[in-house]
């Protein structure tokens, strides 16, 4: 089992610059997760996604964030205009069809710097 | 209030305490609960489930108070590799899993 592989594992950007990140979850996982870590405001769920489907995207900070899920075995994170304050590391998680019972599985992250 | 949340911390604990962080959460619907550990620059990692009354694994302890709302970890006989910061969360019915701002331990020698 490859776990869940997030690319890039670093990106250095300048302030305004198109960023994407991307995720592929464990196979046969129905939910994925992208989480966001600063120190000031620890892990914060942005979005997550069940079947493919975004089931709450309430934690999007503003509209520069949009999340995609094409298939089962991808996502996308995409930034656009980036600021400096978007400076984090960003995970992706997902976990199986048992719903709530179900234990999360992290990426590596990406750790951003926005210029 | 945040949907989950921890004692700020940190701990500073020397080997061989015993050290215990609580976690309190708002949705009384939650049924399953879970500990994560997470050392510096790396991701979250599983460490514990709840799901009824507690639960353990060798120096670990987790327990789930409904009434109270709140969920706790104990660890015996802290190793310098427990260091580390451990966070709680608390899925809701619809599978949305927030975490709370973790607390940090630091064991030593």
């Known amino acids: 089992d490859a776990g869940v592989i997030q690319s890039p594992r670093h990106e250095v950007t300048e302030m305004g610059q198109e960023v994407t990140l991307r995720c592929k979850p464990i196979?046969?996982?129905?939910?994925l997760f992208w989480y966001r870590q600063t120190m000031m405001r620890g892990l914060e769920l942005l979005i997550y996604?069940?079947?493919?489907?975004?089931?709450?995207d309430s934690g999007m900070p503003e509209d520069r964030f949009s999340a995609k899920m094409p298939n089962a075995s991808f996502s996308t994170l995409k930034i656009q205009p980036s600021e400096p304050r978007d400076s984090a590391v960003y995970f992706c998680?997902?976990?199986?069809?048992?719903?709530?019972?179900?234990?999360?599985?992290f990426g590596s992250g990406t750790q951003l710097s926005v210029l | 209030r945040k949907e989950v949340e921890q004692d700020p911390g940190p701990f500073n604990v020397p080997e061989g305490a015993t050290v215990a962080f609580n976690c309190t959460y708002s949705?009384?619907?939650?049924?399953?609960f879970f500990w994560y550990r997470q050392d510096c620059r790396k991701e979250p990692k599983l460490l514990m489930s709840?799901?009824?009354s507690g639960n353990e694994d060798g120096r670990f302890t987790a327990q789930l108070n409904r009434a109270s709302q709140y969920i706790s970890l104990l660890i015996r006989d802290s190793k310098l590799s427990d260091s580390a910061t451990y966070l709680c969360?608390?899925?809701?019915?619809?599978?949305?899993?927030?975490f709370g701002d973790g607390t940090t331990l630091t064991v030593k020698p």
């Open positions: 709840v799901y009824s």
């Open positions: 998680a997902s976990s199986g069809n048992r719903g709530i019972r179900e234990k999360l599985f």
């Open positions: 196979s046969g996982h129905d939910y």
């Open positions: 969360v608390a899925p809701t019915n619809a599978g949305k899993s927030t």
């Open positions: 949705n009384s619907a939650s049924q399953s």
């Open positions: 996604f069940n079947n493919n489907v975004p089931i709450d």
